[in-house]
């Protein structure tokens, strides 16, 4: 069965700072990888997927991602942080030949000034 | 382009009654899924329709259902409401049925159940 885990329920970091939010997965066969940002009360928004190719993917408000097929891993990153950056962050993968996501249990970014 | 919508916004029911969730899809999507977000059981899929058939089904009682619509708007039900079924309903969509399409999801339905 497919699965996520994305071990810190938190992580905080100075504005300026790097932010790395972590995942890994669980698949059988090549991926289909993807990260979603939901602020309070809101939907989630799609930032970034990995499919095939580079293994640094770039995505939405200057996020890009690692894809590390050894270490079956695909961590969130940003070489400065934002206070606006502060929302949950869920890693997913692709159930394969389905549109069906399986989420981790989400990552809550703090950004303090 | 309009992104996923989903309506209502929040709504309040009493323990044993029903509610319809409504979604229509971004212009073009003809895969829709429905998701349940709690704090205690995290995201959780529901199910996912395409081309009006029903494709994949998640691990949730028979007092949820769905369908979709030949527009491909959709729609989720659930019957004789616990109070459990408190939670954020997101609706996604995607324009294929498989392979890297992204998916993309509506700003939620919260219900509460009183």
């Known amino acids: 069965a497919q699965s996520v885990a994305q071990p810190e329920d938190q992580v905080n970091v100075a504005e300026g700072n790097p932010l790395t939010v972590k995942c890994t997965y669980s698949?059988?066969?090549?991926?289909?990888l993807f990260w979603y940002v939901q602020y309070p009360n809101r939907g989630l928004q799609f930032l970034l997927k990995?499919?095939?190719?580079?293994?640094l993917v770039k995505g939405s408000y200057g996020f890009e991602a690692e894809f590390n097929k050894s270490q079956t891993s695909f961590h969130l990153k940003k070489p400065s942080a934002l206070v606006s950056d502060s929302a949950l962050y869920f890693c997913?993968?692709?159930?394969?030949?389905?549109?069906?996501?399986?989420f981790g249990a989400g990552t809550r970014l703090a950004v303090h000034p | 382009k309009a992104g996923v919508t989903q309506t209502p916004r929040y709504l309040i029911k009493t323990r044993g009654q029903q509610v319809t969730l409504s979604c229509s899809p971004i212009?073009?999507?003809?895969?829709v899924s429905w998701y349940q977000q709690t704090p205690g059981q995290g995201l959780q899929f529901l199910f996912e329709?395409?081309?009006?058939?029903?494709?994949n089904k998640g691990n949730f009682p028979g007092r949820f259902s769905g369908r979709q619509f030949s527009n491909s708007r959709s729609e989720m039900n659930v019957s004789t409401l616990e109070l459990g079924d408190s939670a954020l309903y997101l609706c996604?969509?995607?324009?294929?049925?498989?392979?890297?399409?992204?998916?993309?999801f509506g700003e939620g339905s919260w219900l509460t159940v009183v």
């Open positions: 996604a969509s995607s324009s294929l049925g498989a392979s890297g399409n992204t998916i993309y």
């Open positions: 990995y499919i095939t190719g580079d293994n």
């Open positions: 698949v059988s066969g090549n991926p289909y």
């Open positions: 329709y395409f081309s009006e058939t029903q494709r």
């Open positions: 212009s073009g999507h003809r895969s």
């Open positions: 997913a993968v692709r159930d394969k030949g389905y549109n069906k996501l399986i």
